[in-house]
């Protein structure tokens, strides 16, 4: 199931967007490696392979954070993942960054899980 939407959210002194998705654990790999493509430093392939290594780890009910300093067409951003498991295999995963970088996200992440 599919859940993607913007929703303002505040970082410091920066506006910022976040994209919530619920999707199963399993599709984790892939929707990371989708989102890990829109940047070209700061969460590339090994962070998106670490993370996908720490969901995989993670406890139901415990949520997790992580904050990243990317490059986006680049500019420097901001990438915050938040992770929250729940007790039958689904993932609510969402990124928050500035809204440039949100809205690439959203499409990447909306484009993989409506295919799949």
Known sequence: MLLSAPIPAFSG????????SSFEVGKTRAV???V???FSAGFT????EQLAKDIDAMKS??????????TF????????V??????L????????????????????VDAYLNAH
């Open 13 to 20: 002194d920066a506006p910022t967007t976040r994209v919530t």
């Open 82 to 87: 938040h992770a929250l498991l729940d007790g």
């Open 73 to 80: 067409r680049g500019m420097p951003r901001t990438l915050e």
């Open 45 to 48: 392939h090994k962070e998106a």
């Open 36 to 38: 890990e493509k829109l």
């Open 32 to 34: 990371l490696k989708k």
């Open 89 to 108: 295999g689904m993932l609510d995963l969402d990124f928050v960054s500035e809204p440039d970088s949100s809205l690439a996200i959203r499409r990447a």
């Open 61 to 70: 009910d415990q949520p997790r954070s992580w904050t990243y300093s990317v």
